[in-house]
């Protein structure tokens, strides 16, 4: 069995940048997890489907999530605003949720490499992986996330403002914070990281003494 390692928080809060870097230190094989969710809602944009709790609607999103193959390859489309928006929407619908669980636990448990897995998102070490063997729960301030979010998106479109991403992120939280499965929040045994006044290297530090300790 692979080692495991479990990376959550909100959006903008490091945790992507952190569990890549940490892959690299240790040479283990990294899924983002948010990617499967932006991967199936740039199938239901693609498929123009109406994103609502209707059972006919529920099953289009399940049908395009249950035939995703993994690995996603990075693609710009999947980095967008509107893309976020619906990822986050049709991540709190269980079915979608239940339908992913599989191929993100098959990964952490027979990574490519065989050595060790890093998986980031918002349920990992709650839900996907409640016996990771270390759990990494990474958070800032929201407007410093705001602040990072809009200087990355900015690059790719000047019409972006960053209270307009503010907002977003806001929404977001309060979505991912109170949807009935699977809610954003560390797991009981998770190391909270803050990385609101930390350098992506001194959060990478932070980790791979977490990692060490145990």
Same mark, same amino acid.
């Given at each position: 069995?692979?080692?495991?390692?479990?990376?959550?928080?909100?959006?903008?809060?490091?945790?992507?940048?952190?569990?890549?870097?940490?892959?690299?230190?240790?040479?283990?094989?990294?899924?983002?997890?948010?990617?499967?969710?932006?991967?199936?809602?740039?199938?239901?944009?693609?498929?123009?489907?109406?994103?609502?709790?209707?059972?006919?609607?529920?099953?289009?999103?399940?049908?395009?999530?249950?035939?995703?193959?993994?690995?996603?390859?990075?693609?710009?489309?999947?980095?967008?605003?509107?893309?976020?928006?619906?990822?986050?929407?049709?991540?709190?619908?269980?079915?979608?949720?239940?339908?992913?669980?599989?191929?993100?636990?098959?990964?952490?448990?027979?990574?490519?490499?065989?050595?060790? %897995?890093? #998986?980031?998102? *918002? $349920?990992?070490?709650?839900?996907?992986?409640?016996? /990771?063997?270390? &759990?990494?729960?990474? +958070? !800032?301030?929201?407007?410093?996330?705001?602040?990072?979010?809009?200087?990355?998106?900015?690059?790719?479109?000047?019409?972006?403002?960053?209270?307009?991403?503010? %907002?977003? #992120?806001?929404? *977001? $939280?309060?979505?991912?914070?109170?949807?009935?499965? /699977?809610?954003? &929040?560390?797991?009981? +045994? !998770?190391?909270?990281?803050?990385?609101?006044?930390?350098?992506?290297?001194?959060?990478?530090?932070?980790?791979?003494?977490?990692?060490?300790?145990?």
């Amino acid at each position: 069995m692979s080692f495991k390692i479990a990376v959550d928080g909100p959006a903008a809060s490091g945790k992507g940048t952190l569990a890549k870097t940490l892959a690299m230190a240790l040479s283990y094989d990294y899924l983002d997890t948010g990617t499967l969710y932006r991967a199936v809602a740039l199938g239901v944009q693609q498929a123009e489907l109406t994103v609502n709790n209707t059972p006919e609607a529920v099953a289009e999103i399940v049908k395009i999530a249950t035939h995703l193959a993994l690995p996603i390859m990075a693609d710009d489309a999947l980095r967008t605003s509107e893309i976020a928006q619906i990822a986050s929407k049709i991540a709190a619908m269980p079915e979608v949720r239940q339908a992913l669980v599989d191929k993100q636990r098959d990964f952490a448990n027979s990574p490519p490499s065989g050595k060790g %897995a890093i #998986l980031d998102g *918002r $349920d990992i070490g709650s839900v996907i992986l409640p016996d /990771a063997d270390v &759990k990494l729960y990474i +958070d !800032a301030d929201i407007n410093v996330r705001a602040k990072r979010r809009f200087l990355e998106l900015f690059a790719k479109d000047d019409s972006v403002t960053q209270a307009q991403i503010l %907002a977003d #992120l806001t929404e *977001r $939280d309060a979505r991912d914070k109170t949807r009935e499965t /699977a809610p954003l &929040k560390p797991a009981a +045994d !998770a190391f909270i990281i803050d990385t609101t006044q930390l350098s992506a290297q001194e959060v990478l530090q932070a980790a791979l003494n977490r990692v060490k300790s145990l």
